[in-house]
């Protein structure tokens, strides 16, 4: 392993090959050092979207979970950039089920769904919140859900009520309704 990890800057394909011996060798015993292999060919291969996946997984499985939110964070974010949303829901969906309390990835969660024509899982992932939310970006986003499954009529009981509360929320929500 020290000697894959000293040679990675210098001879990555070297490392990528001692690292995928060790795997081979020790790998499925030791869960461990399968995911110290898989971190060593992520630094490697950066951009690999196999390997993000795989320590992901790997990270999960070991109860790594800043590890693993970081990394199927990473990954959410590579399949956002090529447009791949149903793998990019995926990895987000993992995300939030390590850190449910965290709205910035629920949004993009959010946005994701939309972008990937499934209204009904914006409505399910804050189910009960257009009564009660007064975030203007989940708002927004409720309200597109609505519109997207039917539902205009309760974009508009959302956007009439944030409208009480901030004209300027109002703005973008209109557009919507």
Do not use: H
């Not at 995911?35 to 996946?53: A, D, F, V, Y």
């Not at 986003?141 to 539902?151: I, K």
């Amino acid at each position: 392993m020290r000697l894959a990890q000293a040679i990675e800057k210098a001879r990555p394909d070297l490392a990528s090959e001692q690292y995928r011996k060790l795997m081979d060798s020790a790998g499925e015993q030791d869960p461990n050092l399968k995911l110290e292999c898989l971190q060593g060919l992520l630094r490697i291969s950066p951009g690999s979207l196999e390997i993000t996946r795989r320590v992901a997984e790997a990270a999960s499985k070991l109860g790594k979970r800043d590890v693993a939110r970081t990394t199927y964070q990473k990954l959410a974010d590579q399949m956002i950039q090529i447009g791949k949303w149903s793998e990019a829901i995926a990895a987000l969906d993992q995300v939030v089920r390590l850190d449910p309390s965290d709205l910035p990835v629920q949004i993009t969660l959010a946005k994701a769904y939309l972008k990937n024509n499934q209204p009904l899982e914006v409505l399910s992932l804050w189910e009960g919140e257009d009564t009660r939310t007064e975030n203007p970006e989940v708002a927004k986003l409720l309200a597109e859900a609505f519109c997207a499954s039917d539902q205009p009529e309760k974009a508009e009981l959302l956007t009439w009520r944030l409208a009480g509360q901030d004209p300027g929320i109002s703005k973008g929500l209109f557009e919507i309704a």
